[in-house]
């Protein structure tokens, strides 16, 4: 999985609740973030990371707010809301039991 196509329907929004859910960070410190975190496997690209944060934003899963970033640019930080935080519970349990019914099928032994 390196494209966000790549990635089941949803995942991305359950990836960036679960980095934002760490502490607040701009777009491309959660890019740097998902990328780290999953060994150089996930990457997302600016056209798929920013709709995505907007769509966030707008569910009211997450708050933005410019600040200064590390190199004292101004950057739009993201965090999540307590309505994200129970939005992350429920995709968090959904992937759970999709990625363990996913794996049963995997797992069939061969004829």
Same mark, same amino acid.
């Given at each position: 999985?390196?494209?966000?196509? #790549?990635?089941v329907q949803g995942t !991305? #929004?359950? !990836? !960036?609740l679960k980095i934002l859910?760490? /502490?607040?960070?701009? %777009? +491309? ?5 998902? &990328?780290?975190?999953? @060994? #150089? ?5 600016? %056209?798929?990371?920013?709709?995505? !944060?907007? &769509?966030?934003?707008? /569910? @009211?899963?997450? $708050?933005?707010? +410019? ?8 950057? &739009?930080?993201?965090?999540? $809301?307590?309505? @994200? =935080?129970?939005?992350?519970? &429920? /995709? $968090?349990?959904? +992937? $759970? =039991? ?14």
């Open positions: 999985m390196s494209r966000p196509n #790549d990635l !991305l #929004d359950l !990836l !960036l859910a760490l /502490e607040p960070l701009n %777009g +491309w410190a959660i890019s740097q973030r998902l &990328k780290q975190v999953s @060994g #150089d496997v996930l990457q997302v690209s600016d %056209g798929s990371l920013y709709p995505a !944060l907007h &769509k966030l934003e707008q /569910e @009211g899963w997450i $708050t933005a707010e +410019w600040k200064a970033s590390e190199n004292n640019r101004r950057a &739009k930080f993201y965090s999540l $809301t307590r309505l @994200g =935080r129970r939005q992350l519970r &429920k /995709e $968090t349990e959904s +992937w $759970t =039991r999709l990625s363990q019914a996913i794996t049963q099928v995997v797992r069939l032994e061969e004829a």
